[in-house]
C-alpha cells in the first residue's frame, strides 16, 4: 500500500536528520584534527604527548614531556602526568584563545638562573627555540598568537632549580611536594598582574623545610608586590646564598633557616624588609685556632663560645634596597652598619674588627638574599 503523505515527510525528516548528524559528525572529526594539530604545535619540535582528548570545551593530555634545548642542565623542562585545558569556544573565533581553568597533575619543571641573574623556564616556549629547533616559522608563530589564561592549578611538581649565579657548574636546588595557583595570565605580552601562590618542600640531610611565596607580579616590568617565607630549612641547602658568599670558612654540624621577606618591586627599585633566624646552629670548633677560620666573618672559636650562650640562635632583622639593573644590587650602606653592629652585639663579640667583619656579613647575605629574587 502507498505510504501516505505523512509517513512521506516523517520519512525525509529522518534522512535529513542522519544527513545532518552524518555531517556534524564529519565536521566534528575535523574540528578534533585541527585542534589536535594545534596543541602538537603549542608543544613544539621538542614536544610530546601520548594521548590528546578532545571534548566539547575541553583538551586533555596525558603524559606530556617537553625535552629540552641544548645547553639546558636538565633532560627536560617539563614533564606532567596529565594537563587539562577548559576553554570558552567562543574565543576560536576570535584572534586570542580564552582559557578558562588549567590543570597540571604530577609535575616536573627545571628552573635556570643564568649568571646574568635572569631567570628562564619552558624556553621551548620561545618563538627563536622553537625555529632553531626545526618547526617551521609560520607554525612558530602562530603556536605563539595571545592568549588569556583566567586560573591555573598544579598540583603534586617538582621543580628542580639550577642557579649558575652563585657557581660552576650550577647549584642544583629540589623542591618538592609543590601545588601553585595562577591567575590571570595575558600570553605572549604578560603586561597585566598575574597573581602566583606556591607552597614546597625542601628537604635537607637533617631537616624537611617548607618554602611558600605570594603576591603578584608584572612580568614585562618586573614590578610586584610578594610575601616570601622558609621554615626549619636545613642551612646546608643554602650554603652557597647565605655562606659561602659570607664569608665563612668553618666547618657547619647542622642547623636550620627561617626567613620572611616582603618584597616591592616599582620601575626596578626594589624594597625588601625581612627577619632571618638562624636555629640550633652548631659549628665545629678550630682545630689549630687559625685566625682565617670564620663563620659570617666572626672568628669561629669565638662564634662557638657567643652561640652557646644564645642557646645556638640568631635573629636579625634587614632591609634590602636595590636596583634590579644594578648586578650588584648595591644595598643601604648606613643599614647594613647599624645591622652588622647589632649583630656583632648579639653574639657579644664587640671588638671593632669582628663588628667591621659581621657587616660586611650582612651585606653578604642581603646580597644574597636579593639575588634569590627575580631581576
Known amino acids: 500500500m502507498p505510504a501516505s503523505t505523512g509517513q512521506r515527510v516523517a520519512l525525509l525528516a529522518g534522512v535529513i536528520v542522519a544527513v545532518v548528524v552524518l555531517a556534524s559528525l564529519g565536521g566534528w572529526r575535523l574540528v578534533v584534527a585541527e585542534m589536535k594539530q594545534r596543541v602538537l604545535e603549542m608543544l613544539g619540535p621538542l614536544g610530546m604527548v601520548e594521548q590528546i582528548d578532545i571534548g566539547f570545551s575541553n583538551v586533555t593530555l596525558t603524559h606530556v614531556r617537553m625535552r629540552a634545548p641544548r645547553d639546558w642542565p636538565a633532560g627536560d623542562t617539563f614533564r606532567a602526568e596529565r594537563v587539562a585545558l577548559e576553554f570558552d569556544l567562543r574565543s576560536l573565533l576570535a584572534k586570542q584563545v580564552h ?168 620601575n626596578y627599585r626594589i624594597r625588601a624588609p625581612g627577619t632571618f633566624t638562624l636555629h640550633h646552629l652548631q659549628l665545629k670548633e678550630s682545630e689549630d685556632g687559625n685566625p682565617l677560620d670564620t663563620f659570617l666573618s666572626i672568628p669561629t672559636n669565638a662564634a662557638v663560645a657567643a652561640l652557646k650562650d644564645h642557646h645556638g640562635e640568631i635573629k636579625l632583622k634587614f632591609q634590602l634596597d636595590g636596583d634590579l639593573r644594578d648586578p650588584k644590587f648595591s644595598l643601604n650602606e648606613s643599614l647594613s652598619e647599624k645591622l652588622g653592629a647589632g649583630f656583632a652585639k648579639a653574639l657579644g663579640v664587640g671588638a671593632q674588627g669582628v663588628a667591621k667583619g659581621a657587616g660586611e656579613t650582612i651585606k653578604g647575605i642581603g646580597g644574597a638574599l636579593l639575588n634569590l629574587l627575580p631581576k
Do not use: C
Request: charged residues 20%; proline residues 4%.
Open 99 to 266: 582559557f578558562r581553568n588549567v590543570t597540571v597533575d604530577s609535575y616536573y619543571l627545571s628552573v635556570v638562573r643564568s649568571v646574568d641573574g635572569r631567570m628562564h623556564l619552558l624556553p621551548n616556549l620561545n618563538q627563536a627555540t622553537r625555529e632553531a629547533e626545526g618547526q617551521a616559522p609560520a607554525a612558530a608563530k602562530r603556536a605563539n598568537d595571545k592568549k588569556l589564561i583566567d586560573h591555573v592549578t598544579l598540583t603534586r611538581g617538582t621543580i628542580e632549580f639550577f642557579d649558575q649565579s652563585v657557581q660552576k657548574p650550577a647549584y642544583r636546588l629540589l623542591i618538592t611536594d609543590v601545588g601553585a595557583t595562577v591567575d590571570h595570565l595575558n600570553l605572549p605580552e604578560l603586561t597585566d598582574a598575574t597573581t602566583l601562590n606556591m607552597t614546597g618542600s625542601i628537604r635537607g640531610p637533617s631537616h624537611t623545610g617548607t618554602v611558600s611565596f605570594g603576591g603578584w607580579i608584572k612580568i614585562a616590568s618586573s614590578d610586584s608586590q610578594t610575601h616570601t617565607t622558609l621554615r626549619n630549612v636545613d642551612i646546608s641547602k643554602l650554603d652557597p646564598y647565605l655562606l659561602k658568599q659570607a664569608g665563612t670558612k668553618a666547618a657547619v654540624k647542622s642547623g636550620t633557616i627561617d626567613l620572611s621577606l616582603d618584597a616591592t618591586v616599582r
